[in-house]
Structure formats: C-alpha cells, structure tokens
C-alpha cells in the first residue's frame, strides 16, 4: 500500500512541470517514508514482524574466525 502511494508521488513529480508541485511530492514522499520506517520499527519491537537483514559490521569481523 505504501509503495503504491510513493510511486503516485514520484509520477505526479515527473508529470508536473511546475518546481514547487515537484517540491510538494517530493516531501510527501519524504513523510510517507518515515511514517513506515516508524511502522516498520514498532512491528519488530512488539515481534510482529522479522527484523530486515542488516549488512555485516566489518569492523568487527575477526581474521579466521
């Protein structure tokens, strides 16, 4: 649902000519990716969802180990 509602801003950004339209989507597109990050993060607090993959600490990684 969200990623639909992010396309419809960044099509009605790229079908608009107009700069301040192009600034309006953009921070709405802006809003709406933090309103699911913040989503996002209370369904891993509360076990509901997976924590996403996170890339290796390669400051931490040991020699063969």
């Known amino acids: ?13 790229s079908l ?3 700069k301040d339209v192009g600034a309006l989507f953009a921070k ?3 809003d709406v990716s933090l309103y699911v ?4 993060n209370i369904m891993i607090d509360r076990g509901w969802m ?7 600490d390669r400051d931490n990684l040991h020699a063969g180990h």
């Open 1 to 13: 649902m969200f990623s639909m509602k992010v396309r419809e801003y960044a099509n009605g950004a």
């Open 50 to 56: 997976e924590q996403p993959p996170e890339a290796v």
């Open 28 to 30: 709405c597109q802006l």
């Open 37 to 40: 990050e913040d989503g996002a």
């Open 16 to 18: 608009s000519g107009r």
